[in-house]
């Protein structure tokens, strides 16, 4: 009998196997992020004009930012300890992002429902990387360097 981490490690290499993923836009992780980034500049949008240099450039950069370590990341999965970096700074801005909307919340520039709604996004982005973070070798390419070596 199996181990559930050996089922569910052989079920997610089924899974990448199957399906080709050409670009990080096409990871899931990435569309939340990238819905998550939408939420937030608009509901910014509506936070107190002295915020403006502070929690709403903030917030807004943080966010952002998921997404583009995240291109950064894909970029760099040749070298698993490089995107294993990547990915961690991901998960940094997806925290920092969750303080933000703490702090949106506690100034009342964001209601308790959208905080809610938006905090369980990020908490479920944050689940995302961490499966991603200990299956980097699933994400790896080839290094064709070392293959046309042998050339």
């Given at each position: 009998?199996?181990?559930?981490?050996?089922?569910?490690?052989?079920?997610?290499?089924?899974?990448?196997?199957?399906?080709?993923?050409?670009?990080?836009?096409?990871?899931?992780?990435?569309?939340?992020?990238?819905?998550?980034?939408?939420?937030?500049?608009?509901?910014?949008?509506?936070?107190?004009?002295?915020?403006?240099?502070?929690?709403?450039?903030?917030?807004?950069?943080?966010s952002r930012s998921i997404c583009l370590n995240l291109r950064e990341a894909w970029a760099k999965r040749r070298y698993e300890a490089h995107f294993i970096?990547?990915?961690?700074?991901?998960?940094?801005?997806n925290g920092e992002t969750d303080s933000s909307l703490d702090f949106g919340r506690d100034c009342g520039y964001i209601s308790p429902a959208k905080h809610a709604e938006l905090a369980s996004l990020s908490a479920e982005i944050g689940k995302m990387l961490s499966g991603m973070i200990k299956k980097a070798g699933s994400f790896a390419i080839p290094d064709r360097t070392a293959a046309d070596s042998d050339l």
């Open positions: 009998m199996r181990s559930n981490d050996s089922a569910d490690s052989d079920h997610f290499s089924l899974v990448m196997s199957a399906m080709q993923i050409d670009s990080p836009k096409d990871l899931n992780v990435y569309k939340k992020a990238h819905v998550l980034v939408t939420e937030i500049f608009e509901l910014s949008k509506c936070f107190p004009v002295e915020e403006r240099f502070a929690l709403t450039s903030q917030i807004r950069r943080s970096s990547k990915l961690t700074d991901c998960d940094g801005e």
